[in-house]
C-alpha cells in the first residue's frame, strides 16, 4: 500500500515568510509525528499526535512553530516568520498506534535564505 | 548527557565482514528499542526491533542488556548495500516519543 507521503518535497524560501508543510499518513494509522534531521545531525523530535490531538508540544522550538491535523489523517506543520536556522529537512512518521514501529515519509527539504 | 548515544564512526570494513555497534540510553523506564536504517539523504526506514531476549533477522543480530542500558546491532557478511547510517532509537513509553541517536555510519568497501 501507499507509505507516508509529504509535499512539497523540496521548499526554499526567503527568511521572514510562512510555510507550510504537509504530511498525508499511512490509511488507518492513528499516530503521526512530526521530526526535523539539520545536516549531518540526528533526528529531533518536534510534536505527535493520536488523532486529531497533540498532548505534547514540547519539542516545538519556539512559538513561531504550529501544527494540527484534521479528521485524523493529514497533517500541517506550519513555520511563521522563518528564519535560517529552520532551514533542515522536515520528516514526518505514522503509526498504527503510539507504541508501534513509525514509518517515515521522504522529508521536506527546507531552506531559508 | 545525550538520551542516547552511539559512536558516530565510521565504520570502515571490507565485504564479508562482521561488524557490531553499540548504543547506551540514560533513561531507564525506556521500554522499547528500534534500529533504524538511514540512507544518505533518504527517511530513516526501520531495520529491526529489539526484544529484551535478543532477536535476529538473517544476517542481522540485535540484542538488549536493560542491566547496563545498552543495545547493540551485530551483521555478519557485511555487503556493500549495507553502508548506510545505522540509528539507535528508543520509544519513551510515557511520552510517545522516539529518541534518535545521532546514528552509526557503516562504509563497507569491496
Known amino acids: 500500500g501507499a507509505g507516508v507521503s509529504q509535499s512539497p518535497s523540496n521548499k526554499v524560501t526567503e527568511k521572514g515568510k510562512d510555510v507550510e508543510l504537509r504530511c498525508d499518513p499511512i490509511s488507518g494509522h492513528t499516530a503521526l509525528y512530526w521530526y526535523r534531521q539539520s545536516l549531518g545531525q540526528g533526528l529531533e523530535f518536534l510534536i505527535y499526535?493520536?488523532?486529531?490531538?497533540?498532548?505534547?508540544k514540547s519539542g516545538l522550538p519556539s512559538d513561531r512553530f504550529s501544527a494540527e491535523r484534521t479528521g485524523g489523517s493529514v497533517s500541517t506543520l506550519t513555520i511563521q516568520r522563518t528564519q535560517q536556522e529552520d532551514s533542515a529537512v522536515y520528516l514526518c512518521a505514522s503509526s498504527p498506534a503510539l507504541v508501534y514501529e513509525q514509518f517515515f515519509g521522504p522529508g521536506t527539504r527546507l531552506t531559508v535564505l | 548527557r545525550k538520551e542516547v548515544e552511539q559512536d558516530p564512526g565510521p565504520f570502515n570494513v571490507p565485504e564479508g565482514a562482521t561488524v557490531a555497534f553499540n548504543c547506551t540510553y540514560s533513561n531507564s523506564a525506556s521500554q522499547s528499542f528500534f534500529w533504524y536504517r538511514q540512507d544518505c539523504r533518504k527517511e530513516p526506514k526501520l531495520l529491526m526491533s529489539?526484544?529484551?531476549s535478543g532477536n535476529e533477522d538473517g544476517r542481522f543480530t540485535a540484542q538488549l542488556n536493560r542491566a547496563s542500558q545498552y543495545i547493540s546491532l551485530l551483521i555478519r557478511d557485511s555487503k556493500l548495500s549495507d553502508s548506510a547510517t545505522y540509528l539507535c532509537?528508543?520509544?519513551?513509553?510515557?511520552?510517545?516519543?522516539?529518541?534518535f541517536g545521532s546514528g552509526t555510519r557503516l562504509l563497507v568497501r569491496p
Open positions: 532509537v528508543v520509544l519513551m513509553d510515557s511520552s510517545y516519543k522516539l529518541i
Open positions: 499526535f493520536q488523532g486529531n490531538s497533540a498532548p505534547d
Open positions: 529489539v526484544y529484551s
